[in-house]
């Protein structure tokens, strides 16, 4: 049972540090499960607009921790800690440790290494409305492999296993490709927990399971083989009237990897994605300033003509361009003059057709199913996959492959909440929650109520772990504070405690039932567990 996976099964409310500090911190927050956080006494404030985990967070946090170490032992993965200043730099030393002794890596067997530590994050991104700390818990997992199939067999357990512990959160998610930071890095993935108020944007298809950043997401291309006849290609000025400047047109971009220079063709209402043309390069691709036009592609910016450009120019079409017939495109040289009957195949010299665009919303989705739809959410963790690099030293040393996997705990104890809002409080999910019970007695100066409290706590501290308010105040205030707290089941001992009758209320359904002492193990049972 959970009550197995904390040291306190019990605990009366008057020992838990629950102070009001809505007033306090309250008025910093502006996303509402987050308020309601701060008032029932999870978190609380300290300098510099930092927030403090008070003891009920760290109950939920360690049930959390509780599941990431579970579903990893059916991993065989064991434990390691680095120092917390150092904890971040986990992987390169793992992977400095494995290069000096690759007998660690045999028979094309992977190593699974853990550490659940406190890493602390510079220049820490504010979550959109969400409170942001310098430092938080994470998760941080790797695995080391001989092969490349092996790794790529532990990823997708991962990705498994990241959606067991959170499914057992009850936490809505999306697993999304995103962009690989670095050049031997490879298949990024990005998990992000579901939230109109997140700043993480992804776009997905209305009918499949196709999830990306926007950086990346790609889309289907419309471009068809036309069967149109090429026209002569002619310089045009601008006349008065603008209905001689429709149709289909092009732009073009000056961009240099390097010092390689580029030009790129888009389609007029398409936007440049630098990220997709370094990533065709793996190298860094900027745009050229129009002062450094000539230094780069040989011609002044007055004099630019693309047809006329060095051999060494590298030209770049989106592939939306490639099949386009009989287009226009502004003249770079003039915003007075324009090119007429451009054709790709035709006129660019050996041009390379890739996607290069950001996509739009409505644009299809690129498996064919549905269209893109754009999301909102927050970052919760990663997974990507690389490949080691031996120093020139060491080259009888194996190489090997490395999965990095990521869980940012406090976080997602964030994003729970979140999610489990309700209009009088938070509802945690059962495996989260701080306590299973929240016992409240209505007087506590009743001997029966204080018999049924005794005896209840008898029957049922050893499956599950019991809150109890033993504090001397109005019923109406303990309700409220409890709805506050988010417990899944609330137990009323009230005016009926003489005829050993309780009251039960499940806060996922706000529904209540009259049960008798002797009956309730067998109710909170099916209760808890018939779903399982």
């Given at each position: 049972?959970?009550?197995e996976?904390?040291?306190?099964?019990?605990?009366?409310?008057?020992?838990?540090?629950?102070?009001?500090?809505?007033?306090?911190?309250?008025?910093?927050?502006?996303?509402?499960?987050?308020?309601?956080?701060?008032?029932?006494?999870?978190?609380?404030?300290?300098?510099?607009?930092?927030?403090?985990?008070?003891?009920?967070?760290?109950?939920?946090?360690?049930?959390?921790?509780?599941?990431?170490?579970e579903?990893?032992?059916?991993?065989?993965?064991?434990?390691?800690?680095l120092?917390?200043?150092?904890?971040?730099?986990?992987?390169e030393?793992?992977?400095?440790?494995?290069?000096?002794?690759?007998?660690?890596?045999?028979?094309?067997?992977?190593?699974?290494?853990?550490?659940?530590?406190?890493?602390?994050?510079?220049?820490?991104?504010?979550?959109?409305?969400?409170?942001?700390?310098?430092?938080?818990?994470?998760?941080?997992?790797?695995?080391?492999?001989?092969?490349?199939?092996?790794?790529?067999?532990?990823?997708?357990?991962y990705?498994?296993l990241?959606?067991?512990?959170?499914?057992?959160?009850?936490?809505?998610?999306?697993?999304?490709?995103?962009?690989?930071?670095?050049?031997?890095?490879?298949?990024?993935?990005?998990?992000?927990?579901?939230?109109?108020?997140?700043?993480?944007?992804?776009c997905?298809?209305?009918?499949?399971?196709y999830?990306?950043?926007?950086?990346?997401?790609?889309?289907?291309?419309?471009?068809?083989?036309?069967?149109a006849?090429?026209?002569?290609?002619?310089?045009?000025?601008?006349?008065?009237?603008?209905?001689?400047?429709?149709?289909?047109?092009?732009?073009?971009?000056?961009?240099?990897?390097?010092?390689?220079?580029?030009?790129?063709?888009?389609?007029?209402?398409?936007?440049?994605?630098?990220?997709?043309?370094?990533?065709?390069?793996?190298?860094?691709?900027?745009?050229?300033?129009?002062k450094?036009?000539?230094?780069?592609?040989?011609?002044?910016?007055e004099?630019l003509?693309?047809?006329?450009?060095?051999?060494e120019?590298?030209?770049?079409?989106?592939?939306e361009?490639?099949?386009?017939?009989?287009?226009?495109?502004?003249?770079?040289?003039?915003?007075?003059?324009y090119?007429?009957?451009?054709?790709?195949?035709r006129?660019?010299?050996?041009?390379?057709?890739?996607?290069?665009?950001?996509?739009?919303?409505?644009?299809?989705?690129?498996?064919?199913?549905?269209?893109?739809?754009?999301k909102?959410g927050?970052?919760?963790?990663?997974?990507?996959?690389?490949?080691?690099?031996?120093?020139?030293?060491?080259?009888?040393?194996?190489?090997?492959?490395?999965?990095?996997?990521?869980?940012?705990?406090?976080?997602?104890?964030?994003?729970?909440?979140?999610?489990?809002?309700?209009?009088?409080?938070?509802?945690?999910?059962?495996?989260?929650?701080?306590?299973?019970?929240?016992?409240?007695?209505t007087?506590?100066?009743?001997?029966?109520?204080?018999?049924?409290?005794?005896?209840?706590?008898?029957?049922?501290?050893e499956?599950?772990?019991?809150?109890?308010?033993?504090?001397?105040?109005?019923?109406?205030?303990?309700?409220?504070?409890?709805?506050?707290?988010?417990?899944?089941?609330?137990?009323?001992?009230?005016?009926?405690?003489?005829?050993?009758?309780?009251?039960?209320?499940?806060?996922?359904?706000?529904?209540?039932?009259?049960?008798?002492k002797?009956?309730?193990?067998?109710?909170?049972?099916?209760?808890?567990?018939?779903?399982?």
């Open positions: 049972s959970r009550g996976l904390v040291k306190e099964k019990k605990m009366k409310q008057s020992n838990l540090l629950i102070p009001d500090l809505q007033r306090m911190l309250g008025e910093k927050i502006t996303e509402e499960s987050q308020r309601f956080l701060v008032k029932s006494g999870f978190l609380g404030s300290s300098q510099d607009n930092q927030y403090v985990f008070l003891p009920l967070a760290m109950r939920v946090i360690e049930n959390i921790k509780n599941i990431v170490t579903e990893l032992e059916k991993l065989s993965a064991v434990e390691f800690q120092p917390v200043q150092s904890s971040l730099h986990a992987e030393y793992l992977s400095t440790l494995l290069l000096k002794e690759p007998e660690n890596l045999q028979n094309n067997t992977s190593m699974q290494l853990y550490q659940i530590q406190t890493a602390l994050i510079a220049n820490q991104k504010k979550a959109g409305h969400f409170l942001t700390n310098f430092e938080s818990t994470y998760l941080d997992a790797f695995s080391f492999h001989e092969t490349s199939v092996s790794l790529s067999e532990n990823y997708h357990r990705e498994q990241f959606g067991r512990i959170l499914a057992r959160c009850d936490l809505q998610f999306q697993s999304v490709i995103a962009l690989n930071k670095e050049t031997n890095q490879q298949d990024t993935k990005e998990i992000i927990a579901d939230s109109p108020e997140g700043d993480e944007h992804y997905a298809s209305s009918e499949s399971d999830r990306a950043k926007i950086e990346v997401a790609t889309r289907l291309c419309s471009g068809k083989k036309s069967h006849s090429y026209l002569p290609l002619v310089k045009k000025t601008f006349a008065e009237n603008i209905e001689e400047a429709q149709g289909q047109w092009l732009k073009s971009y000056f961009l240099r990897a390097g010092k390689q220079p580029i030009v790129l063709f888009l389609r007029q209402e398409d936007q440049l994605n630098l990220a997709k043309v370094t990533n065709f390069f793996k190298q860094k691709v900027v745009q050229v300033k129009p450094e036009i000539e230094k780069y592609f040989g011609q002044a910016r004099m003509d693309v047809w006329n450009l060095p051999q120019v590298t030209y770049l079409g989106d592939l361009v490639e099949f386009l017939t009989n287009t226009k495109m502004i003249a770079p040289h003039s915003e007075q003059e090119y007429e009957n451009i054709n790709p195949l006129d660019f010299p050996n041009v390379a057709f890739a996607d290069f665009c950001f996509v739009k919303e409505g644009d299809p989705s690129p498996d064919g199913q549905g269209v893109l739809i754009f909102k927050v970052k919760i963790g990663q997974l990507y996959k690389k490949n080691q690099t031996l120093p020139e030293e060491e080259k009888a040393t194996i190489p090997f492959h490395i999965g990095h996997y990521q869980l940012d705990l406090s976080r997602l104890f964030l994003m729970i909440a979140q999610q489990h809002r309700t209009e009088s409080g938070i509802i945690w999910p059962e495996e989260v929650a701080p306590f299973d019970l929240h016992l409240i007695p007087d506590l100066t009743d001997s029966y109520q204080q018999e049924l409290v005794e005896a209840v706590n008898a029957m049922m501290a499956e599950f772990q019991i809150l109890i308010d033993d504090r001397n105040l109005p019923l109406e205030e303990k309700q409220n504070e409890a709805a506050f707290i988010g417990c899944p089941i609330e137990i009323t001992i009230g005016k009926k405690a003489v005829e050993g009758i309780l009251e039960v209320k499940i806060r996922a359904t706000e529904a209540v039932i009259e049960v008798r002797e009956e309730l193990v067998d109710t909170l049972n099916i209760l808890f567990y018939s779903a399982e």
